[in-house]
């Protein structure tokens, strides 16, 4: 459970593979806004009724937010997401801690070998051909 303004919530894991890896990446670039797009990805979703009963200015109100509306791009997403909760009157520590939540939650949803299943550059110029062209034939 994540807590903002004293209201718990339970996240919900992305069904999105690349979208949680795509926020893990830009949460090594940039810690805070990797949080925010963390916790935006994982943001609670709840019924129509439980909606109506919360209001705009509760924590757990749906974002306005998403990370297609910003192209995908988890860091720009971030930023949007810790704007709209700070302006909910959401603190930076709540904020943190709720986003470190969710960012575990990524984390689980990517296999063990994630890292390891990326070659790195040596990697690939290893096992790469990158003799010359042949000489082009004569006959």
Known sequence: MAVLRGEEAALTAPGSYSAALDVM??????????????????????????????????PWAPLTHSLASHNFNALA?????????????????????????????????????????????DEVTAVADFSEAPEPSTT
Do not use: Y
């Open 77 to 121: 997403f971030g930023g949007a997401v810790l704007d709209e909760i700070t302006e909910r009157g959401c603190t930076l520590e709540e904020f943190s801690i709720a986003g470190a939540i969710a960012l575990d939650m990524l984390t689980d949803l990517l296999p063990e070998s994630a890292d390891e299943d990326v070659p790195d550059v």
């Open 25 to 58: 990446v830009a949460a090594k670039d940039n810690p805070r806004r990797g949080l925010a797009a963390a916790l935006g990805l994982c943001w609670p979703v709840f019924n129509r009724k439980q909606r109506r009963r919360m209001g705009e200015d509760h």
